[in-house]
């Protein structure tokens, strides 16, 4: 059993809402999880500290346990100082699409 810590959606539609969740990788992203840790407001300011609130220790357990974390969730703890996320380097990203297709087509 793999397990995740991911971001669930809650909210209502074009208001979203997430909550900081652990589960088990096959279930659905809105579906079962194991426990809450916390909640994500991507409509309030990057500055309030409303937005993100995580209970830090619940996920150094869930850390220790061996849990994964997904992309959005590894940022919001390498901003905490929890644990370093990777810079990923992606240099195709910046060429425009048309550019790319003639590229592969050579």
């Known amino acids: 059993m793999s397990v995740v810590i991911r971001l669930a959606r809650a909210g209502t539609k ?22 809450r840790l916390g909640y994500f407001n991507p409509l309030l300011a990057k500055d309030n500290e409303l937005r ?39 240099p195709e990203k910046a060429v425009p699409r048309k550019e790319r297709k003639a590229a592969e087509a050579k």
Request: charged share 35%; glycine share 4%.
């Open 14 to 35: 074009k208001r979203p809402v997430y909550h900081v969740v652990v589960a088990d990788s096959r279930f659905p992203r809105d579906g079962r999880f194991i426990e």
């Open 52 to 90: 993100l609130k995580l209970d830090l220790e619940k996920v150094k357990s869930w850390l220790a346990k061996g849990a994964q974390p997904s992309d959005r969730v590894s940022r919001f703890l390498d901003a905490a100082g929890i644990i370093k996320r990777e810079a990923r380097n992606n």
